[in-house]
Structure formats: structure tokens, C-alpha cells
Nanobody
Framework: QVQVVESGGGLVQPGGSLRLSCVAS????????MGWYRQAPGKQRELVAV???????RYGDSVKGRFTISRDNAKNTVYLQMNSLKPEDTAVYYC?????????WGQGTQVTVSS
């Protein structure tokens, strides 16, 4: 069982920035595929970004050029740097771990973009 814990959400004004962090347990973090997803009220959960060790990150169309995913394997942590935030980025953001055909989710962190 992999434990997944997100942090860093909050309230930010349009055009502002936030950085989310996600720590995953386990000694094989380097082998994990790590992703960020989000779910707004009344909408389906959607991919924000995903990263594998040594691979090219992949982004959802709505966040390309504004968000950056990165990982620090020494700290078992993945980050999501969010810039130029828009009200439509408001959602609960979830961290996901995929490893050996199993998928693990964090509890989510709320991001609200509003003036």
C-alpha cells in the first residue's frame, strides 16, 4: 500500500501562482508514475500532468504552458507549479501514483482562484 499526501492548496487571485506538493511512501518511488488530476464541482476528474522518471512530462491541454510538473526522487516528492492561474483552474487537485498495475490516490487539496 502506497500512502499519498498532497499539500499546498489555497486561495489565490487570478494571474497568481501556487505550488502543490505530493509525498508518496515506499522505497521504489523512482519507479512510480506520478500524476496530478483535478475535479471541479459537477465535472469529471481530468488529467493535469503526469511524469515518469527520465521521461517527458505530459500535460492536459488546458494547462500547457502555465503548469509545470517535476519530481525529486530523493524526497519521494512530486510538485506542480501553477502559474497564470485562472478562475477555471478552481478544483480539488489529486495526486496519483501508478505502480505495478496499482493506482493510489491522495485525499486532494483545494485550489480556489478568485478575486
Amino acid at each position: 500500500q502506497v500512502q499519498v499526501v498532497e499539500s499546498g492548496g489555497g486561495l489565490v487571485q487570478p494571474g497568481g501562482s501556487l505550488r502543490l506538493s505530493c509525498v508518496a511512501s515506499g522505497s521504489t518511488f523512482r519507479a512510480y508514475t506520478m500524476g496530478w488530476y483535478r475535479q471541479a464541482p459537477g465535472k469529471q476528474r481530468e488529467l493535469v500532468a503526469v511524469i515518469i522518471s527520465g521521461g517527458t512530462p505530459r500535460y492536459g491541454d488546458s494547462v500547457k504552458g502555465r503548469f509545470t510538473i517535476s519530481r525529486d526522487n530523493a524526497k519521494n516528492t512530486v510538485y506542480l507549479q501553477m502559474n497564470s492561474l485562472k478562475p477555471e483552474d478552481t478544483a480539488v487537485y489529486y495526486c496519483n501514483v501508478n505502480h505495478l498495475l496499482s493506482s493510489y490516490w491522495g485525499q486532494g487539496t483545494q485550489v480556489t482562484v478568485s478575486s
